[in-house]
């Protein structure tokens, strides 16, 4: 029964639930990235995204203000404040000491020793009183709060007018283009050969290309800027051209030489019939009927060639003349990586001229990957 026409294979709902789940893994983790991209660094390290529209509890350790914003009061002296600044909170306890960080409720009169006291208020407002003038390093305050959602643009402010980073996204346009344009032009040429024309050694060169697909781009790194060092090349946009094309060929020529031996032979044959040579079959007719995988392939070189560092930095350098957009968004995470915020940031900041490119080829994209599977 499972054969008869119009009943649905069990295997379908497998499919659409493999293709949901796929779905899922991809968007859930986007989505959290793009609501962390909109957090301060103390909300994402003190709860997850999903969590973003609740209160969430901060530990903080809040250092008062120096001897130099001190005023004298009475008899003694007073420094005071807000421990969240310019922000808005809740201030459940605190504490004088790191062992006991919840030892006193807001409003109580904390003594620091020597005569000094210490009292928070609810609304995160604190004041330290001494006899005599304070001198040396200021007290830390331990202070438990509970802090409401919060929003903020600060974090796509710190990277869109981040120094540099005009000039680092001409650097990124000027090495992804031509990496792109490049690699295209070569592989047309040579999938045409490989699919179309009769010479010695065709198999062989297919069967290279097919092996140079599987090996890691890091093995040629040295060989490659050892050879562009003596060239001369070291450091200019051509060698990093030259490397993003070299690196790009044998997936552009594998994609475009399967989806031209799926051509109509009848075609081409027809074409040569009437006189036409290769070069004007190739020209006139593969070039126009291939636009498809043409398409797709650009799609693919560049989205790997925009987000790229390893390369850019090896064999362009990362001199601020020189610097791509991914550089400079390294240089804003610090040299431990800890500021989550600006890397949420970062990454949307990235990928939006590769969005405006998927979307405005997919359709071509889609149309180069079926290319072949119907007959």
């Known amino acids: 029964m499972d054969n008869i026409a119009g009943t649905k294979s ?16 991809w968007t859930i983790p986007t989505f959290g990235l793009l609501v962390s991209s909109f957090r301060d660094r103390d909300q994402i390290t003190t709860s997850g995204w999903w969590q973003s529209l609740f209160p969430s509890e901060q530990n903080i350790v809040y250092r008062i203000g120096d001897a130099d914003t001190q005023r004298p009061e009475g008899a003694g002296f007073v420094i005071d404040g807000n421990v969240f600044g310019d922000g808005t909170g809740e201030v459940n306890a605190f504490g004088i000491t790191s062992r006991e960080p919840t030892a006193f409720a807001p409003g109580d009169v904390a003594d620091m020793g020597d005569g000094v006291t210490a009292t928070v208020q609810e609304d995160g407002t604190y004041a330290v009183t001494s006899p005599v003038a304070f001198e040396g390093r200021s007290p830390r305050l331990f202070i438990t709060s509970v802090t409401p959602p919060r929003f903020t643009l600060e974090n796509y402010d710190r990277v869109l ?108 044959e027809s074409a040569r019939v009437d006189g036409a040579t290769d070069f004007q079959i190739f020209i006139k007719i593969i070039l126009p009927l291939s636009f498809p995988a043409l398409a797709s392939f650009a799609i693919f070189q560049f989205l790997w060639t925009w987000n790229d560092l390893l390369v850019a930095i090896v064999f362009l350098g990362n001199s601020e003349d020189t610097l791509v957009m991914t550089g400079v968004m390294k240089e804003l995470l610090g040299s431990r990586g800890g500021d989550w915020e600006i890397l949420a940031a970062s990454a949307f900041v990235s990928i939006f001229v590769p969005l405006v490119v998927f979307f405005a080829m997919q359709k071509y994209l889609v149309r180069g990957l079926l290319a072949g599977s119907v007959k």
Do not use: C, D
């Open 161 to 268: 007018f981040a120094e540099g980073l005009g000039r680092a996204f001409l650097n990124t346009m000027t090495v992804t283009i031509p990496a792109t344009v490049i690699p295209i032009l070569i592989a047309a040429f040579a999938a045409y050969a490989l699919a179309w024309m009769e010479f010695p050694g065709r198999a062989l060169l297919i069967a290279g290309v097919v092996g140079l697909l599987v090996v890691p781009l890091q093995l040629s790194l040295i060989p490659l800027l050892k050879l562009h060092n003596t060239l001369g090349i070291a450091g200019e946009y051509l060698g990093v051209w030259l490397a993003h094309s070299g690196f790009g060929l044998p997936l552009a020529i594998y994609l475009l030489r399967n989806y031209m031996v799926g051509l109509p032979r009848e075609i081409i």
């Open 10 to 25: 069990s295997l379908v709902w497998t499919v659409n639930l493999s293709v949901v789940a796929l779905v899922l893994l």
